[in-house]
């Protein structure tokens, strides 16, 4: 009995794991919450995603890197998504709310939602994890990002109205410390170290699955830790229904739009592109709308669907691995089966 236990809790360590943190994160909150002992501001926000994209750098063969960057459909396909179907969706969603007695500015928080760039590091893991393609992860989480920096006050100001300047600068040199240097920095040392990397076979798998525990505890510990938002809990529960829901819809139809209805991508794209399409930046997205929305009364209450679809996106992506590696298998084993015949 003992042996059986271990043995699914090896064969499903990262459910496990999030589970764990989860719960850890609601009995000891003040650890990895923002301030708290782990710093998440410094460990997390520099450190984790420096570590994230330099493992991917040091992993990834320079040629598949580059490959990934003449993939333009994919490209084309995540970032239309990002920036143009993502918020026309919310926008209808929203003018459909309205006609409810659904919080006006929680309202306003969906649309400044579909607004935002895709994250930097969550669909990188998750489709690392998976086996998916990483390089095009990697390619189009930098690309909207740096895309967002424009993108994202610009579209905001087209289905909300506010105008102020962003600090470009200042968020640039971040997104170049953070992702484009560490993974620079790890392709240049693949290149000089790749034979003593394919003899010690490091587990860099297992090292992003890691870090992207850590990011989920300490996301669950601000959520946790932040007993007061401005809003009553009927709201509260409301909304962290539809975000639920609205991810669950998005990860479905994506998934079968583009390996059933069109097959647009082969297995390890759809991969990427599920990820990067439906997740959304919270290491951008709050600065952006805390620049946007300064002197705004209601700052905290626009900010909350933000706040709710991070951690949604990462706990729902990671029970998602086990099942869409099990997919992924299963087709790269049908193909390979039907390439001997």
Not at 156 to 165: S, W
Not at 253 to 272: C, E, G, R
Request: one cysteine or more; a positive charge.
């Amino acid at each position: 009995m003992i042996a059986l236990l271990v043995s699914l809790l090896k064969r499903h360590y990262f459910l496990t794991g999030i589970v764990f943190v989860i719960i850890f994160a609601h009995l000891f909150p003040h650890i990895g919450a923002k301030g708290g002992l782990l710093k998440p501001e410094i460990t997390v926000k520099y450190v984790a995603v420096f570590i994230i994209f330099f493992n991917s750098g040091i992993s990834i063969k320079t040629e598949d890197l580059t490959k990934a960057v003449l993939q333009i459909r994919i490209h084309f396909f995540i970032q239309c998504f990002t920036f143009i179907i993502f918020p026309c969706i919310m926008v209808v969603l929203v003018n459909m709310l309205s006609l409810s007695s659904f919080d006006g500015l929680l309202l306003q928080g969906l649309k400044v939602l579909g607004c935002m760039p895709p994250p930097v590091s969550s669909a990188v893991i998750l489709t690392k994890a998976i086996g998916g393609n990483e390089p095009a992860a990697i390619f189009n989480s930098a690309l909207g990002s740096f895309l967002g920096i424009f993108a994202t006050p610009a579209l905001i100001l087209n289905v909300i109205g506010n105008l102020v300047d962003v600090p470009v600068y200042n968020i640039a040199t971040q997104l170049s410390l953070t992702v484009l240097f560490p993974l620079v920095l790890g392709q240049i040392l693949r290149k000089h170290a790749k034979l003593w990397l394919d003899r010690k076979h490091i587990p860099f798998s297992c090292i992003g699955s890691c870090i992207l525990l850590l990011i989920i505890y300490t996301t669950f510990c601000d959520t946790f830790s932040n007993a007061n938002i401005g809003i009553d809990f009927i709201s509260l529960m409301s909304v962290i229904f539809l975000i639920v829901i609205i991810q669950c819809v998005l990860l479905f139809s994506i998934f079968m739009t583009i390996t059933q209805l069109f097959k647009l991508f082969s297995p390890p794209d759809a991969v990427a592109v599920l990820f990067c399409c439906t997740h959304k930046s919270l290491t951008l997205g709050i600065p952006i709308v805390k620049i946007l929305f300064s002197n705004h009364p209601g700052l905290s209450v626009i900010s909350v669907p933000l706040l709710i679809y991070h951690p949604t996106q990462i706990l729902l992506g990671g029970l998602l691995v086990p099942t869409i590696r099990g997919w992924l298998l299963y087709n790269q084993k049908y193909r390979s089966q039907l390439s001997k015949v």
